[in-house]
């Protein structure tokens, strides 16, 4: 499966966002699916991630409670809605996708064979 992210901007803190991740190349919903981001100078990290069908989901601690993950299966398209925003959640964010795991195993990014490219989301102080 193929992964295109897209919806990355400038945003002020305390403003909201919304990224998306289009799927092709194959039946999305046999897919997990996850967003991670990469802060410059930093090691890549987990951010939030959805079970094939959206009912069991995962997030950092640090991002629970602003972002929200979903997915349409038949738009073959995964959402990150991020919402009071920081300027520490600065970073390119990438979406993920692979089989089906534990709801435990969901943040690794060892669980993900497929990603994207990447969006840069900018938050200004």
């Known amino acids: 499966v193929q992964l295109q992210a897209s919806g990355g901007g400038l945003v002020q803190a305390g403003g909201a966002l919304r990224v998306s991740c289009t799927a092709s190349?194959?039946?999305?919903?046999?897919?997990?699916v996850a967003w991670f981001r990469q802060a410059p100078g930093k090691v890549r990290e987990f951010v939030a991630a959805?079970?094939?069908?959206?009912?069991?989901?995962r997030y950092a601690d640090s991002v629970k409670g602003r972002f929200t993950i979903s997915r349409d299966n038949a738009k073959n398209t995964v959402y990150l809605q991020m919402d009071n925003l920081r300027p520490e959640d600065t970073a390119v964010y990438y979406c993920?996708?692979?089989?089906?795991?534990?709801?435990?195993?969901?943040?690794?990014?060892?669980?993900?064979?497929?990603w994207g490219q990447g969006t840069l989301v900018t938050v200004s102080s």
């Open positions: 993920a996708a692979g089989p089906p795991v534990i709801q435990s195993s969901l943040a690794s990014q060892d669980a993900y064979y497929h």
């Open positions: 190349g194959d039946r999305f919903s046999r897919y997990a």
């Open positions: 959805s079970g094939r069908y959206g009912s069991s989901t």
